[in-house]
């Protein structure tokens, strides 16, 4: 028997379930609301979000598609779908739904910028890693083809699984996190192996002059084992300890709040204590946005002045890490 509800009654509904946490039921309130009136982007936003919690992220997408079709300057619409996007390995993607998501909020002044905030410097950190990947990818054959096997037995592990069953996303979120682990210890491997050590140098040393001696020919008889290259009577000998590469991040509170790039100027609100770039800053202002963008309270260009602590840790970083430059 058809409900003899409205769709809002049944979003209505849905919202109770939700608070309950019967996520089950307000998704099926929601969806009911749904086919009454498919053209309310907030329906569609509300079962998203349910979908969210259970970690059915390509439900979520499809939601979500459908949110910012119907509402382009809705701030939960592309939050949730960047949240997602991101949980699915797409950080690219994900960076940019979030930004757009940061920006509307901003202009709407939405008390959700803080949950972005919290999110969205790490769809930045995966999206240097992911292009990280491709660099290495590009002057290294050798991971290239390892980095394609881990691919490959991810996808078929993938495939092999029956989408119609309860654990379906389960299984999933836990193949995607192997492939992360691997890709990150051959990354490792990788930018160890592009650093010599004194355990391998003997080695290349006793190479080089081979093969200067011999035209460049280098014989089965000139290739040593490193041990025995090394003198191992002499004192102190120690086989050295590989240590796993540090990972290319920046660390968050070097980031500008606004743009989430490295901070060159950084100011202080001295009514928040949040520090920002002082030129995306006022570019927030001259945009009539009398407001800190985080926290949210009135604030001008008078209640600003230089961070000079994090200036300097700022520069102290990008002297020891040029590839932050392009962070």
């Known amino acids: ?135 290495i990818a590009q002057v290294s054959e050798t991971y290239r083809y390892l980095s394609g096997l881990i691919e490959q037995d991810i996808q078929r592990q993938v495939d092999a699984l029956d989408r119609d069953s309860f654990d379906y996303q389960n299984y999933l979120t836990d193949l995607r996190s192997d492939k992360e682990e691997r890709l990150k210890e051959l990354e490792a491997m990788s930018q160890r192996a592009g650093i010599p050590d004194d355990y391998v140098r003997p080695y290349i040393e006793h190479k080089k002059s081979t093969t200067n001696s011999n035209n460049g020919v280098i014989s089965p008889e000139a290739s040593p084992d490193p041990i025995s290259a090394m003198d191992i009577n002499q004192e102190p000998y120690k086989k050295p300890i590989l240590v796993p590469a540090a990972p290319r991040e920046v660390p968050d509170h070097l980031l500008d709040k606004i743009t989430f790039e490295l901070m060159h100027d950084p100011v202080i609100s001295i009514k928040s204590g949040i520090s920002y770039e002082r030129n995306t800053l006022l570019q927030h202002f001259s945009y009539g946005r009398m407001f800190d963008p985080v926290a949210q309270v009135p604030m001008t260009e008078r209640d600003i002045i230089p961070n000079r602590a994090l200036k300097e840790a700022c520069e102290d970083y990008l002297t020891k890490n040029g590839w932050a430059v392009d962070y």
């Not at 919202?15 to 569609?44: C, G, R």
Request: glycine share 2%; hydrophobic share 35%; with cysteine.
């Open 1 to 135: 028997m058809a409900s003899t509800m409205t769709a809002e009654q049944h979003k209505l509904r849905g919202n109770e379930f939700f608070k309950v946490k019967d996520l089950d039921q307000a998704i099926h309130e929601y969806s009911t609301a749904i086919v009454k009136d498919p053209k309310v982007a907030v329906y569609y936003q509300n079962r998203a979000n349910c979908y969210l919690k259970l970690e059915k992220y390509t439900n979520v997408v499809s939601d979500c598609e459908r949110v910012v079709e119907l509402d382009k300057k809705s701030v939960k619409g592309y939050y949730f779908m960047g949240k997602a996007q991101l949980e699915l390995g797409q950080p690219s993607e994900a960076y940019s739904l979030l930004k757009k998501s940061y920006e509307l909020a901003l202009e709407q002044r939405s008390a959700f910028t803080k949950d972005i905030v919290a999110i969205i410097a790490e769809a930045k950190k995966q999206r240097w890693i992911e292009q990280e990947r491709r660099r």
